[in-house]
């Protein structure tokens, strides 16, 4: 039976979107001394609600959703969502807005049964597209009509890039994944966007909103969510997708469907446009025209489930909801959660034998009504509402405290992901919700308080996790005060930090810029590129000035060659003309170019030149003395072999060494000893570090210093070859042994091989730090082998035996000397040749 007064006036008011439907009906509705609308969703309810208690105060106005319920006792004005609406309250107004969600399938009869059957005394307005004119004249004709024309234009653009979409744009996509993927994308390349879902809870959205309306982000990213009722400064419409789930099947976007969208582009007087992104293609002419136009196909059915229930058993409840209409337009709708839930429970056969009675039917069904708000698709919500039902069917007819607290308490917690915090609001929400059914708890108002507490916790943590990913707060800030001028203030503060409008961008180490994450390719990213090149300029000027004027102990060298200034990469340390004298190059990225870089390189020059001398002084002392000869060219050797090289390599030319240039060259530091040729000094760790250095310069390398103090490495076949005699070690077999140690070990073995085989000792082991595992390699390397018969021995215990006669250190002159009168100098030898520009000196 249709509930309708004769004295009430019908004024159906249709039109697009940015007509000002809504406005209208709360003017109307003030101005009569009672009233309520129905919104399709929670926030309309509370944004309209607010405005009503702004212009009638608090105490006349009430807010009534399946969440909430402010109604103060003299309340004279309700807004509701449509499914909360008091259908039994008399109103002298009443207003439906959006009534084209009759034809929404999940929905739809809900907005049917408020169409038909709720009236006011004395006027009702039914809001929506102009669609809804065929099915309002058949269902409702004694309506009257207000065709409402937009306030602006709304043009079609065409399609674009996302990251060349305009500024004060909404991009609208059809699945959460896409609108994170597009939001992700517009952060790295305008600096974050605002983000709104169907999921989100009304606090999260209005903050999300909120920050798009205060210019804080240029860019909303959301779902056909921003469709319905939400007004913002949008100036462009994307469409990211034309295809959608409707909850059965993925589908193509009707053009109705997509106007109500781009319908948000503009607001009052100011134009709007609307277009699509790359990956969506271009729309057809048709389609564009009918949005532009605002022409579509009238709606020529809706969806209706019957209201008259039959409450006597469960399964004549099921029967009279199945009862289809016999009204022309009027369609029996899909079967909807409350149904499902129904069908569910009613197969319980506890549930089944409590369900007797129309008392017991009518809660069963009002149960059945709770919103599965998490949307979980399966039947965890039917379980819920299951003991639910049982508790309020036994013992003092409420729901038990600790039960209930047990629910409520494991959803207050704001750690987790984004999705994990949208399903605790939509956990909580369904709290909320049976909090407002006083008579199922011991204690409402607690109840109503304390999830909503914990909804608006959940929900601020959720709006700063979608901030945090979504929103890079410094190109947002800079990009909006891009807008009021051309260019931005910068400033390098003492510590190095690049300062953009108090925004750190980067920062410059020594002469080296190294800047922060940001939309380098973008408006702001070259407006952000210009500011700081303007703001360094000055900076490097002041920097190389003080740089040319430093001292030389403000400099240094690291263990990767890089030269410092004031502990701060500035250059580093390249192959120059020879080993011993390297060059200055550039750091990669570095800020100061051309001549600037020139004079960097010039003091820096001199500077090496300087610590390479001092660091080396053991070794180019035999440069600098006046050697003749022979001498000279085997310092010449040493110093190109940076301190010691092997005995063997410069063999011929000791042989001649006569005593008092061997004398000389003690004097000058060389030792000649059994194996090496070899400076002391050259092994110590700050030396060994700079010979790194200088070959590792000279051979276009980098490789690690032995630990300071370590006589012994452990061999790498990585290693370029020639790498361990430059910094004074000997290569022998599994280990790498520092020259003086190689001297000390050969003197000791010559020792023990004076008797024939023998064993090594536990000295030998330490004195090369090494293991019993690893000595027959380097003995090996020195020319020792295993005795016959010690195979297979304990390592330690194994003797040895010489492979070939070795001279001793002691006789090594001698026999030298007995050498030397048969001695014949090579006349082609480059050392005769020194040798005779010395006879010419």
């Known amino acids: 039976m249709l509930m309708r007064s004769q004295q009430s006036r019908v004024v159906a008011v249709l039109g697009p979107t940015n007509t000002g439907k809504t406005h209208l009906a709360m003017e109307r509705m003030l101005g009569h001394s009672s009233g309520m609308i129905g919104f ?32 103060p006792p003299g309340a004279r004005y309700f807004l509701c969502t449509a499914e909360s609406l008091p259908v039994d309250r008399l109103v002298d107004f009443v207003a439906l807005d959006e009534v084209q969600m009759c034809a929404d399938a999940e929905r739809g009869h809900v907005f049917t049964e408020r169409l038909l059957n709720v009236r006011g005394r004395s006027e009702t307005m039914l809001l929506g597209a102009e ?3 065929p099915i309002l004249r058949a269902l409702v004709p004694e309506a009257e009509y207000i065709i409402r024309p937009r306030f602006s234009t709304l043009s079609y653009t065409g399609q674009r890039k996302i990251t060349r979409l305009p500024p004060r744009c909404a991009v609208v996509a059809f699945s959460a994944a896409d609108v994170y993927s597009i939001a992700e994308l517009v952060r790295r390349h305008r600096g974050g966007a605002a983000v709104v879902l169907g999921a989100l809870s009304p606090r999260t959205r209005n903050a999300q909103v909120a920050m798009f309306q205060a210019g804080e982000v240029d860019y909303l990213i959301a779902t056909d969510a921003i469709g319905m009722g939400l007004n913002m400064d949008v100036d462009h419409v994307a469409f990211a997708a034309r295809r959608k789930f409707d909850g059965r099947v993925p589908r193509l976007l009707s053009a109705a469907e997509m106007a109500q969208i781009a319908g948000r582009a503009g607001r009052h ?19 564009v025209a009918r949005i532009e ?82 949307k979980v698709l399966s039947d965890g919500h039917a379980r819920l509402l299951g003991h639910i039902y ?99 203030s910068a400033v390098v503060e003492p510590d190095g930090a690049v300062m953009i409008e108090g925004h750190e961008v980067g920062r ?23 500011a700081t090149r303007q703001a360094l300029e000055g900076e490097l000027s002041k920097r190389l000035r003080n740089l ?149 310069a000279h051979h276009g390398t980098s490789l690690e210093s032995p630990p300071p103090g370590r006589v012994s490495i452990r061999t790498s076949a990585s290693v370029p070859r020639g790498y361990y005699e430059a910094i004074g070690y000997r290569q022998l077999g599994v280990l790498s042994v520092r020259v003086d140690i190689v001297e000390r070990l050969a003197a000791r073995l010559w020792s023990l091989s004076q008797a024939g085989s023998f064993v090594v000792g536990a000295d030998v082991l330490n004195l090369l730090g090494c293991s019993a595992a690893d000595i027959s390699s380097v003995l090996a390397g020195l020319g ?24 001793r250190p002691k006789s090594a002159g001698k026999y030298a000397a007995r050498l030397r009168p048969a001695y014949r100098v090579n006349p082609d030898s480059p050392f005769a040749k020194l040798g005779e520009l010395e006879i010419a000196r």
């Open 548 to 696: 040319e004027l430093a001292d030389d102990g403000a400099f240094g060298i690291d263990k990767d060659g890089q030269i410092l200034w004031n502990g701060a990469p500035v250059a580093r340390v390249v192959a120059g003309p020879s080993i011993l004298r390297p060059a200055v190059g550039p750091l990669p990225g570095q800020a100061v170019h051309g001549v600037e870089r020139e004079r960097l390189r010039q003091r820096l020059a001199i500077w090496l030149e300087s610590h390479v001398r001092q660091r080396l002084k053991p070794l180019l002392l035999g440069e600098e003395n006046d050697l003749l000869g022979i001498a000279r060219g085997l310092v010449f050797e040493l110093c190109e072999a940076l301190g010691s090289m092997p005995r063997h390599r410069v063999r011929e030319q000791l042989e001649v060494l006569d005593r008092n240039t061997r004398k000389t060259l003690r004097e000058l530091g060389i030792r000649i000893g059994q194996e090496s040729i070899y400076i002391p000094a050259m092994l110590k760790p700050a030396a060994i570090a700079m010979r790194r250095i200088l070959w590792g």
């Open 40 to 71: 399709p969703l929670r926030l309309l309810a509370r944004e309209n609600y607010e405005r009503a208690v702004a212009l009638k105060g608090a105490a006349q106005v009430a807010l009534i959703t399946g969440e909430e319920k402010i109604i």
């Open 390 to 488: 049982r508790y309020l069917m036994k013992g003092e007819r409420c729901l038990p405290t600790d039960w209930l607290a047990s629910q409520v308490t494991r959803l207050d917690r704001v750690d987790g992901d984004i999705e994990t915090l949208m399903q605790r609001i939509a956990a909580v929400r369904i709290w909320t919700y049976v909090s407002h059914r006083s008579n199922w708890l011991a204690d409402p108002i607690f109840w109503q308080e304390r999830t909503r507490a914990i909804e608006d916790r959940l929900s601020d943590a959720l709006h700063d996790c979608l901030t945090q990913r979504f929103v890079d707060r410094r190109t947002a800030v800079l990009m909006g005060k891009m807008r009021n001028r051309d260019s931005l």
């Open 293 to 374: 136009s605002h022409t579509f196909d009238p709606l020529k059915s809706i969806f209706w489930r019957n209201d008259e229930l039959n409450l006597s058993s469960v399964t004549a409840l099921q029967r009279s909801l199945a009862h289809p209409s016999v009204a022309v337009g009027l369609v029996r709708a899909p079967q909807a959660d409350d149904e499902r839930v129904l069908a569910v429970l009613s197969q319980e056969s506890d549930i089944a034998a409590l369900a007797h009675g129309q008392d017991a039917v009518r809660l069963l069904w009002d149960i059945c009504r709770i919103p599965d708000f998490r």
């Open 508 to 530: 410059l180490d020594g002469f080296h810029f190294s800047p922060g994450d940001g939309p380098a390719r973008t408006q702001a990213g070259k407006a952000i590129t210009n």
């Open 269 to 287: 007087m100011n134009d709007g446009t609307f277009g699509t992104t790359a990956e969506a293609g271009s729309l057809d002419d048709d389609t």
């Open 784 to 807: 020792y082998k295993l005795a016959t018969g010690s195979e297979g021995e304990d390592a330690v215990a194994v003797c040895y035996v010489r492979v070939q006669r070795k001279l």
């Open 131 to 133: 669609t809804m004119r």
